[in-house]
């Protein structure tokens, strides 16, 4: 499959493949991380979350997995469908009210 | 379940006019979070309330106000309207201690002419 090791804002893979795209957050005291999808024209849609004391989550055919120590976050598609393309944002969140949210990755999937 | 309902969907305003944006939270949720996205951006942080309180504020200039009523439903309102406002203006609704679980509603398109 398809993976970024830095962040890069567009992806293209075949339907079928794996996708891993990759984010970097910039606060060491973020507790919790989501990942959004965005079609155009609408809002945020909710992917899936994780705390900071976990490492690993799974949600149906996606996983999130977080490294504090590089303060990384990587969002996998498995079995890419042409009906994940969207833009893909990580957000982060410490102890305050703000979701801060990263540099978007485009994800083009080709049928 | 009704998710997070927004409204108007779209809007065109003249500078200097001002604007009010609504947003109905997903039932249960007391905390509702105001987003500003400009096209090709991730979204900014501009309001968050929760029990009607405001409980955090984002880097935005005072033309920008909100306040959330008893039944949770918020209300975005920006003064002196500038072109640079043309955003999608988006609402989160989150969890009963309003720290997880942000779900967001399609937003507000917002243009300024």
């Known amino acids: 499959g398809e993976s970024v090791g830095l962040h890069l804002p567009t992806l293209s893979v075949q339907e079928g493949d794996n996708s891993i795209i990759n984010c970097a957050y910039s606060?060491?005291?973020?507790?919790?991380f989501i990942w959004y999808k965005q079609e155009s024209g609408k809002g945020p849609q909710f992917i899936i979350d994780?705390?900071?004391?976990?490492d690993k989550r799974q949600g149906q055919r996606v996983t999130v997995l977080l490294n504090k120590t590089v303060k990384h976050l990587s969002l996998q598609i498995a079995a890419t469908q042409p009906g994940d393309s969207a833009v893909y944002f990580c957000?982060?969140?410490?102890?305050?009210?703000?979701?801060?949210f990263g540099k978007g990755t485009t994800l083009s999937v080709s049928s | 379940d009704a998710g997070v309902t927004q409204s108007p969907t779209h809007l065109i305003k003249t500078r200097g006019q001002h604007v009010t944006l609504r947003c109905s939270p997903i039932?249960?949720?007391?905390?509702v979070s105001w987003y500003q996205q400009v096209l090709g951006q991730g979204p900014q942080f501009i309001f968050q309330y929760y029990e009607k309180e405001e409980r955090g504020r984002g880097n935005f200039p005072d033309r920008f106000s909100a306040r959330q009523f008893p039944n949770y439903s918020s209300e975005l309102n920006v003064n002196a309207l500038l072109l640079g406002d043309s955003a999608l203006y988006l609402c989160?609704?989150?969890?009963?201690?309003?720290?997880?679980?942000?779900?967001f509603g399609s937003g507000t398109r917002l243009t300024v002419v």
């Open positions: 039932s249960g949720h007391k905390s």
């Open positions: 606060n060491s005291a973020s507790d919790y």
């Open positions: 957000a982060e969140k410490d102890a305050g009210t703000a979701l801060i």
């Open positions: 989160a609704s989150s969890t009963r201690d309003g720290n997880y679980g942000y779900t």
């Open positions: 994780i705390r900071s004391n976990m």
